[in-house]
């Protein structure tokens, strides 16, 4: 199986800073696409930013500019680079990572449990 673990969530003020990190560990060939996804309370999931393994990346509108993902593809780790935060960033971070378990095989989305990000105005 494929484990993915997110760490460094937590309080913070209005413009102040936070780094997510993010390691998927297990059974793992190749990871494509890792990244960050958010829920705020009554909000469906959203893309926040996503690393290709090639090196490409992708960010949401609402953090572009912010938020800065960088990953380290020897460790299968991701992070994410949150500074100038608004109170709108609150939300439970969740990170992804499309997965190939094996040589031959179809990749595959797996999760982490999500961590708290709270912006205090």
């Known amino acids: 199986q494929v484990q993915v673990v997110e760490s460094g969530g937590g309080l913070v003020q209005t413009g102040g800073s936070l780094m997510l990190s993010c390691a998927a560990s297990?059974?793992?060939?190749?990871?494509?696409?890792m990244g960050w996804y958010r829920q705020a309370p009554g909000k469906q999931r959203e893309l926040v930013a996503v690393g290709t393994s090639g090196g490409s990346t992708n960010y949401a509108d609402s953090v572009k500019g912010r938020f800065t993902i960088s990953r380290d593809n020897v460790k299968n780790m991701v992070y994410l680079q949150m500074n100038s935060l608004k109170p709108e960033d609150t939300a439970v971070y969740y990170c992804?990572?499309?997965?190939?378990?094996?040589?031959?095989?179809?990749?595959?989305?797996?999760w982490g449990q999500g961590t708290q990000v709270t912006v205090s105005s």
């Open positions: 297990g059974t793992i060939f190749h990871i494509n696409r």
């Open positions: 992804n990572a499309e997965t190939r378990r094996f040589p031959i095989g179809e990749y595959r989305d797996y």
